[in-house]
Nanobody, 124 residues
Framework: QVQLVESGGGLVQAGGSLRLSCVAS????????MGWFRQAPGKEREFVSA????????VYTDSVKGRFTISRDNAKNAVYLQMNSLKPEDTAIYYC?????????????????WGQGTQVTVSS
């Protein structure tokens, strides 16, 4: 069992930055690939980024490439999402998720554990 707790969301002006954190419980954090997803009002949950267990591989959705950076610290059981040059369309609830799958995936249903989410609001 893995429990995930996100933090770091908030209100920021367009062009600003935020750093989201997700801390996991359990001793097997390093065996999971981690992902970030987001869900805006009235929209489906969408993939943002993912990182494998060793941080050797990362993937991003096209709309955040060059602006967002995912990283992890297995010693701290944590995964991060550094978000720069934020846009109003980045406004959403951001969720971290864990998957035991070997291959990084963008499919939400492949992730077994989810956090409660943290709100990110970008004003224009």
């Amino acid at each position: 069992q893995v429990q995930l707790v996100e933090s770091g969301g908030g209100l920021v002006q367009a062009g600003g930055s935020l750093r989201l954190s997700c801390v996991a419980s359990g001793r097997t954090f390093s065996s999971y690939a981690m992902g970030w997803f987001r869900q805006a009002p009235g929209k489906e949950r969408e993939f943002v980024s993912a990182i494998n267990w060793s941080a050797s591989t990362t993937v991003y959705t096209d709309s955040v490439k060059g602006r967002f950076t995912i990283s992890r610290d297995n010693a701290k059981n944590a995964v991060y999402l550094q978000m720069n040059s934020l846009k109003p369309e980045d406004t959403a609830i951001y969720y971290c998720a864990a998957t035991s799958g070997v291959v990084l995936t963008k499919r939400p249903n492949r992730y077994e554990y989810w956090g409660q989410g943290t709100q990110v609001t970008v004003s224009s």
